[in-house]
């Protein structure tokens, strides 16, 4: 006897197999049609009469947004045809819709793939149609608070001191699960697909987009095939109150390095860094060699020189070769001198992470060498001809808007502020989000036993997100899922289904212009040939595209292991050794739960 469901996709798959051209399959009428009754998918309730179906062109309608997954990820102007379909939904009891977009390809290059592109800063993707150019369905939701024209940071409170509790667990995780599996379910009718057909689910994205994948991964993983996350934005309250912490730095110790000497100080390290790695290219590809072996204080007494400039700051800490939300431009004078013993103290103390007054470490920072500008740099005040401080908007408004539930843009001042104080902010939020913005579940059993992979990757100097957050979080699932293995044992246990890697002088989610080193440039492809045909990477395949060795492929080491070359021509070798592998290592004493 046939369930509603089974007759349902009995139906679908006679209109499917008896339509032949897109145009066919793409009208309100036949998506109702394969729309799941109430009850099939608990906690969403359609309204039908909302449903929208038409014909559009994927690159006459890239202008309504750009592929959101960042760094080179995704496709959203692809030349094809394809059916723009919107659904709308409610949760049982509430009235705030969610509106989803989704875009389907012709029945001729759909190849069974639904996928799923990550957003960036507090921004949801709002681009259904990156998944075109693989033969798959993708979609993007307005999760409940109009995520396609406001960014989450702009409606996380329903007033001062009252947190919108809806729009903070949709954002954190729910919306994107929900849309994915609707969409699964409607990719099956929409093709006639037999309910037992697989449809291989893919996510994709960077930065925040790293965390919306890991977000899926935790909490919807019996969903997903295939996870690319890069540049994770893990442990919110930490990371997005890190971003005051250099700010904090500078004023107590009572110095304000100019910008350009905070540039010399980090462009004199990757210098000196370079060649530690065995090949003079312009990259620092053992960050920790050179945490081990180099002494910032020799830095001391080196010229610098910069010319009168209009500065971009292009917030959230993104290459310089890129404009990202939140850009600004501002006056900078010239500015010349040598690098001074109070500069370098304030680039070892951020370098160095945070600590408490009882020198109990909280959180790590970022690579030693990664551009240090995003956070640390100040101010110019044209009208006083004066260099004052700088506190960033992104962890100035996280502060003011998650922590102390103000509708504020950003702190005004920092009076009162101690390294304390930062502690004290990292905490009310890691347990105000817990369960929502963290983002640090290492159980990760669901997702793995369904037959899930991840490929999870991290620029080594990245100037935003330290690269070091991922390791940690690498290390806490290999503990917290494989505790009665020996280290060996584990890792071989997790290259089966959770790769991570390091990317060689990557700034965040990009290239670096600092150091002209590699990124990764086929993830997708690289995935499904890992999902669909069982081909397991074992390094990864980046291109560099500037400098001396523009076009070299290099096939990146799987974590733990490290690069090392023997020679400047030969490819490096993959190695590991204990003292390196441990200098990326952390405890957080400062805090009296866990830190995954």
Known sequence: MRTPRTALLALAATAGAAATSLSDLCTPSHVRS????????????????????????????????????????????????????????????????????????????????????????????????????????SGATSAGYDAFDYSYDEVVLTGNGSVNWDATHMFGYQALGEMTVLGKYLARGFYGQGESEKVFTYYEGCSDGGREGMSQVQRWGEEYDGVIAGAP????????????????????????????????????????????????????????????????KTVIGEPYYCAEQNYTSLGFGFSKRQMAQGSSTSYQPEQNGTVSAEGVAVAEAIYAGLHNSDNERAYLSWQIGSDLSSDADPTYDSDAEAWTLNIPSTGGEYVTRFIQLLDLDNLEDLNNV??????????????????TLQTTLPDLTPFQKAGGKLLHYHGESDNSIPAASSVHYWQSVRKIMYPSLSFNESLEEMADWYQFYLIPGAAHCGANSLQPGPYPQDNMATMIDWVENGQQPGRLNATVSSGDYEGEVQRLCRWPERPLWRNEESEFECVRDQESFESWTYEFPAFKVPVY
């Open 418 to 435: 101690t390294y304390n104080t930062l502690v004290d902010w990292m905490t009310t939020g890691m347990v105000r989000y817990m369960d």
């Open 34 to 137: 394969i729309l799941p009754s109430n009850g099939t998918l608990l906690g969403i309730d359609l309204l039908p009469s909302a449903v929208t179906a038409s014909v559009y062109n994927a690159s006459s309608a890239s202008s309504s947004g750009s592929s959101s997954s960042m760094g080179g990820m995704g496709a959203s102007a692809v030349s094809t045809n394809y059916c723009n379909v919107t659904v709308t939904y409610v949760h049982p009891g509430k009235t705030s819709p969610v509106i989803v977009k989704y875009a389907f390809p012709p029945p001729s290059t759909y190849k069974n793939r639904f996928y799923v592109a990550g957003g960036g800063g507090f921004s949801l993707s709002s681009d259904a149609t990156g998944g075109l150019s693989y033969g798959a369905v």
């Open 233 to 296: 934005a893990f442990r919110f309250a930490q990371q997005q109150v890190h971003h005051v912490f250099s700010a904090v730095v500078e004023q107590t110790l009572g110095y304000l390095p100019v910008p350009c000497e905070l540039s010399k100080i980090v462009n004199a390290t990757i210098e000196a860094c370079d060649e530690l790695d065995g090949r003079k290219d312009g990259v620092v590809s053992r960050t920790d060699l050179c945490k081990l072996q180099f002494d910032l």
